[in-house]
């Protein structure tokens, strides 16, 4: 490890230190947001102090051995700290690596929740139902990990298809971990009403942003248009005589949001405020970025065919993912939610990428 590596892990344990002396001040303890400000900055710096410290024990008890082979030693007792030394080494190696890692650079909004936005692209009906599929695949992935899935708007079509859903995934750290899902995903297969049996191609784009809380983008009253209307479709007396649906205009970005889901009207503004933050914030950051792919811009695309992350092949039973050149088999599992295993090697090469561009510098 080299030594500007050791002065930053050097100044990270000092300020881990210094956060443990402030949640014993008493004037911290009393002001509860700045209690829970560094009580979670310290929580976040423990690991890498455990695994620095622990590094750092695995140095001086190879410094301790190799003094022992400096000295007198029989063969046999040679062999014994030779093979003591070499497994130190290893290890010494191995945290090397885990420290790199945990001192990259993290994306300030892997912590937050995310919402969803599946919209159904080219290929009519084929492609409202493969995005009524693909809702289902992330519903089953948020049940497999007791994650708090909510519903924001939905549009369906009448073949049992979706045209368009927005939801919300609350979990910790639901953005580092679901943020590789953005972009276009095409679907092979032979529809139900293909009679020739010929294999269609359509697609999906699927769009995860970060949820923005009101720290993050300041959308001032005077920016903002609210329009209330009746909502469409079932729901019966209710939907008819209540203007519960919210239509948000942000009138900066034109970016426009409705949610009629829930029967109370402040439910729906309050679930539409949500993912206009998050749209804007996405938008501003986008711009902010334009050297780099924007987080959902670049996941959407256009929806034409030939942008894709990730293709869906039904007749041969696989799944790939055209970012890493991954290929995995048996889709009945993975539109089940079985895709842990997809997002892990996502998660591994993008961390590859970083600990590259990390040595380079």
Known sequence: MDASMLEKLEGVEARYEDLGFKLGDPSV??????FQKVAREHAKLGPVVDKFREFRKVLQEMTDVRAMLDGQLESEERDMFQEEYMGLKDREVQLSEELKILLLPRDPNDE???????????????????????????????????????????????????????????????????????????????PETEAQGRIHTSTVTVAVMPEAEEV?????????????????????????????????????????VYCADERSQIQNKEKAM?????????????????AEDAQRRSQVGSGERSEKIRTYNFPQDRMTDHRIGLTVYNLPAIMDGDIDHVIDALAQHDQAQRLRGLSEQ
Do not use: C
């Not at 943020?179 to 276009?184: A, P, Q």
């Open 112 to 190: 937050k929740n995310v919402i969803f936005e599946i919209r159904a692209g080219a290929g009519g009906d084929e492609a409202s139902l493969f995005a009524g599929e693909l809702y289902r695949m992330y519903t089953r992935l948020a049940e497999r990990h007791r994650w708090k899935m909510e519903l924001i708007d939905i549009n369906e079509t009448e073949a049992g298809g979706v045209k368009e859903v927005i939801f919300q995934i609350n979990t910790e750290g639901a953005f580092s971990r679901l943020k590789y899902e953005g972009g276009v995903h095409r679907v092979q297969r032979v």
């Open 274 to 290: 949500r993912v206009l933050r998050s749209r804007v914030l996405d938008l501003y950051q986008s711009q902010a970025k334009t």
């Open 216 to 256: 993050d983008v300041d959308i001032k009253p005077e920016d903002l248009r609210i329009d209330y209307q009746r909502a469409g479709g079932a729901g019966g007396q209710h939907v008819n005589k209540t203007e519960s649906a919210v239509r948000l205009t942000h009138l900066a970005t034109n970016i426009v």
């Open 29 to 34: 303890i009393s002001d509860s947001k700045e």
